[in-house]
């Protein structure tokens, strides 16, 4: 129904997407649902968000690999680096460097996303530096940073050890600094070539805003268009970047 309205990408977003299929199949799903949608003629493409880690399996991928429709964009909301604070967020505990391997082995050009937590309690200076290290090391596309904040019913909310408020905002924003110079580097890469694009919306003065593969809504950055014929919200366009900054680009549909 959406696609025949003119719909052309559909974000697939829940808790844990990964986690689809369980109640209706008795078992996690998410491949079979990727498999029916590119199947619709007018739906262009397909942006899955929250894919947990345990969730994303080489049958997964290998959807994404083969489907132009699915843009290779891979949310993994991983939260920390260090098995100590994981185990205590009550969060898997895999090896998360040969999972990004794993996807970047399948899928070489996949846009990577996470989130962190800072402060959380008991977060001590040795498990912070091995989260710097952790980004350093991988170089994600886009990551979020979160200073942890206490919420009454949650299991966190009984531990002890609170990380002082002003660690927290400084743990933040040294993270996003070392992600700063991290996301410069990548959008310089790619200063010259041919990038798919989604045109997000146009501005009063006739301004294109885009969002490329890279991009989701409302949470990554935009490319700014320069473009010689007609162009509406929706469009699917190639452009080819001619300048960038930390998180934004700018760039001719081609």
Known sequence: MLAYKGVSEIILIAQD???YGKDLYGKR????LLKELIKIDNLQRVRIMYTYPSGLTQELLSVM????KIFNY???PLQHASKKILKSMKRPTLDYEKLIEKIRDKIPDAAIRTTFIVGYPGETEEDFNELKDFVKKIKFDRIGVFEYSPEKGTYSYTLKNRVNARVKQQRRKELMEIQKSISEKINEKLLGKEIE???EYITDDGAVIGRTYKDAPEVDGLIY??????????DIVTARVTKADTYDLWGDIV
């Open 197 to 199: 694009c989604i045109v």
């Open 74 to 76: 891979i949310d993994i």
């Open 65 to 68: 690999a083969k489907s132009e």
């Open 225 to 234: 268009l320069n473009s010689k014929d007609e162009v509406i919200p929706g």
């Open 29 to 32: 799903s998410l491949p079979r």
């Open 17 to 19: 997407t990964t986690y």
